[in-house]
C-alpha cells in the first residue's frame, strides 16, 4: 500500500474560489507528480517536481501553480477556480532514480459550479 | 507526439476466463512500461512492469507480454474474477528518467 495522501476527496466551489489541494507523501520519494483525469479517460500530466524547490509544467497546460518546499508536501493551488476546472486530480510520487513506478493517491474530484 | 493507447475501451469476460487487454505505443524508443489498474473512486494502482530487454514478464494471475517489433504490450489476467473489474491502463517512458505517457484506459467488466 502506497503511502501517499490527498485531501479533500471531494470538493465543491464556486467559481472564483482560490483552492489547494493537499498531497503528502511519507516514502522519501523525490520526484512527484500532478495529473488531471476526467472520468475513464487517461491521465494528463499538469506539474512535476524533482525535488525541493524543483517545480515544472507538464504536457497538459494548465492554470493552477505548485510549491515544493519540503520533500513530503507537493501542494497544487488554483487561484481562481472556474467550471472547466471540473475533474479528478490524481497526485503521484517515485524514486528519484529515472523509469521507476509511479505511487498514486486516491485523488480530489474537483467541482467547481 | 508520443503516444500510448489502447486497442479497445470496453472489454466484458465471463468469470474465470482469461482476460487480455492490449496497448500500442508509437516511439520505438520506449524502454519501460507499466500496467495500471484503477477502481472507481481510486487512484491508478500499479499491476505489473516491464522494460524493454525483457519480452514477457508473469507476475500474480497477471503476465505482460513486449512486442517490441510492433510496438505492442499486453496484459493477460488468468481465471478473471469479479474483483478485478476496473479501468486499465498502460503507460510508457519514451526516455530512461522521463515523464510516463499514458494510454485512455480499458473498462474490464467481469459477469457473472
Known amino acids: 500500500e502506497a503511502d501517499i495522501y490527498q485531501t479533500p476527496r471531494y470538493l465543491v466551489i464556486g467559481t472564483g474560489k482560490k483552492i489547494t489541494l493537499e498531497c503528502s507523501q511519507t516514502m522519501g520519494h523525490d520526484k512527484m507528480y500532478w495529473y488531471q483525469q476526467d472520468p475513464g479517460m487517461e491521465l494528463h500530466l499538469i506539474h512535476y517536481s524533482y525535488g525541493v524547490n524543483s517545480t515544472e509544467k507538464g504536457d497538459l497546460s494548465s492554470e493552477s501553480t505548485v510549491s515544493r518546499i519540503r520533500t513530503e508536501h507537493f501542494p497544487l493551488t488554483l487561484e481562481s477556480a472556474r467550471p472547466s476546472h471540473t475533474s479528478q486530480y490524481l497526485c503521484?510520487?517515485?524514486?528519484?532514480?529515472?523509469?521507476?513506478?509511479?505511487?498514486f493517491g486516491s485523488g480530489t474530484q474537483l467541482s467547481v459550479l | 507526439g508520443e503516444s500510448v493507447g489502447l486497442h479497445l475501451p470496453t472489454l466484458s469476460v465471463q468469470e474465470g476466463d482469461n482476460s487480455i487487454i492490449n496497448c500500442a505505443y508509437s516511439?520505438?524508443?520506449?524502454?519501460?512500461f507499466i500496467w495500471y489498474k484503477q477502481e472507481s473512486g481510486k487512484g491508478p494502482q500499479f499491476i505489473i512492469d516491464?522494460?524493454?530487454?525483457?519480452d514477457k514478464r508473469q507476475g500474480q494471475r497477471v503476465t505482460v507480454l513486449l512486442n517490441k517489433t510492433v510496438k505492442h504490450l499486453s496484459l493477460q489476467i488468468a481465471a478473471t474474477q469479479p474483483g478485478d473489474s476496473a479501468v486499465y491502463f498502460c503507460?510508457?517512458?519514451?526516455?530512461?528518467?522521463?515523464?510516463?505517457?499514458f494510454g485512455p484506459g480499458t473498462r474490464l467488466s467481469v459477469l457473472p
Open positions: 503521484a510520487s517515485s524514486e528519484s532514480q529515472g523509469g521507476e513506478k509511479l505511487f
Open positions: 516491464i522494460r524493454s530487454n525483457m
Open positions: 516511439n520505438s524508443a520506449s524502454d519501460y
Open positions: 503507460a510508457g517512458t519514451y526516455n530512461y528518467g522521463q515523464n510516463f505517457v
